[in-house]
C-alpha cells in the first residue's frame, strides 16, 4: 500500500509541475522581432476581434427580435384586458339596470 502511495504522490506531483510550467509559459509575453510576425498576430487579433463582434451583433439581433415579440404580445393583452374590462362593466351596468 505504501508503495502504491508514494507512486501516487510521485505522479501528483509531476501533474503539478507539468502545469505549472504550462502556466509559467502562458503568462511570459512572447517576445515578437520579426515584422512579419508582428504583422500575422495583429491580423489574427483582428480578425478574432471581428468574429466576437459578428457573434454580438447576432445576440443582439436575436435579442432585439424577442423584444419586439414580447412587446406585441403585451399590447395585444392589453388590448384583450381593456376589452374585458368594458364588457364587465357594461353587464354590470345591465344587471344593474335589471
Known amino acids: 500500500m505504501s ?10 506531483q509531476q501533474a503539478d509541475a ?4 504550462d502556466n509559467e ?3 511570459k509575453p512572447r517576445v515578437i ?5 508582428v504583422a500575422s498576430l495583429v491580423l489574427m487579433q483582428i480578425d ?5 463582434k459578428d457573434e454580438l451583433t447576432i445576440a443582439i439581433k436575436g435579442l432585439s427580435d ?8 403585451y ?3 392589453i388590448k384583450v384586458i381593456a376589452s374585458m374590462q368594458h364588457r364587465i ?3 354590470e351596468d345591465k344587471q344593474q339596470a335589471e
Open 3 to 12: 508503495k502504491e502511495n508514494t507512486a501516487k504522490n510521485e505522479t501528483l
Open 18 to 21: 507539468v502545469s505549472e510550467t
Open 25 to 27: 509559459k502562458k503568462a
Open 33 to 37: 522581432s520579426n515584422p512579419n510576425e
Open 48 to 52: 478574432n476581434v471581428s468574429t466576437k
Open 66 to 73: 424577442v423584444s419586439k415579440q414580447l412587446v406585441r404580445a
Open 75 to 77: 399590447g395585444e393583452n
Open 89 to 91: 362593466k357594461e353587464l
